[in-house]
């Protein structure tokens, strides 16, 4: 980041980064709570989930107050501009991130008292595993500006598209199996489609961070798996 002469820009700046960390971390625990919450059927742990999410919207919403505030003051241009309007984007893909985690602890709650849980769910925790290994590494190459670290993350969204597909033919065959399933697994289905939107953000924040970096975008069209069937 660029040392400038007036030092409370630098401050301003500095604020900024540490409010987008703040929220990288609670999308990141809310994401974690929600898949245990999921896989041990805690209703507890998801409503704890979806309480945490009034903290990541006040974020957004006090990054989005400081980005004009800066804009109106400092009138930045070139990396400057880029940077700040980097972060306003960034906290909108995180407060989505935590959305979607709230989503999942939903679905969780609702089927707590259910008492089964299919072998699906090992898919779902390996999406839930990628899906956080994405957010994490798109986070670091955040924090130290990273142009190759976040199209690497921007590259391996295709992988969480594929589990996704896998998750979605393991779930249809459970209810084709037994239609008593249907229901059970029907929530399942769309927690699946939770994570695989939060490889979506991840790899839309990995194009904020690459365009941060170098003034350039990356390609319009990313790679993309096999597409799922669900749509929430």
Not at 64 to 88: N, S, Y
Not at 157 to 162: G, H, N, Q
Not at 170 to 188: Q, S
């Amino acid at each position: 980041m660029i040392d400038h002469t007036v030092k409370s820009f630098d401050v301003e700046l500095e604020l900024l980064g540490r409010h987008i960390s703040e929220m990288g971390g609670i999308a990141e625990k809310m994401l974690a709570d929600a898949m245990d919450a999921l896989a041990g059927l805690n209703a507890v742990l998801a409503q704890q989930v979806v309480a945490a999410d009034a903290r990541l919207d006040a974020l957004q919403r006090l990054v989005e107050e400081e980005t004009v505030a800066i804009i109106a003051k400092r009138q930045p241009v070139a990396v400057d501009l880029r940077e700040i309007i980097g972060a306003l984007r960034i906290s909108n893909e995180l407060e989505r991130v935590g959305d979607l985690a709230k989503n999942i602890s939903k679905r969780a709650a609702k089927i707590a008292g259910e008492g089964r849980i299919p072998r699906a769910v090992g898919g779902l925790k390996s999406m839930h595993d990628l899906a956080v290994v994405q957010l994490n590494d798109v986070l670091d190459a955040y924090a130290q500006r990273d142009a190759d670290r976040a199209k690497a993350v921007w590259l391996r969204d295709v992988e969480l598209d594929a589990l996704e597909d896998s998750v979605f033919r393991e779930l249809l065959t459970h209810m084709m199996e037994d239609p008593r399933n249907i229901t059970f697994c029907t929530h399942l289905l769309f927690c699946s489609k939770n994570l695989e939107r939060v490889g979506d953000h991840t790899t839309n924040i990995a194009e904020t961070v690459y365009y941060i970096r170098t003034g350039k975008a990356l390609p319009t069209e990313r790679p993309r798996g096999v597409a799922s069937a669900v749509t929430p």
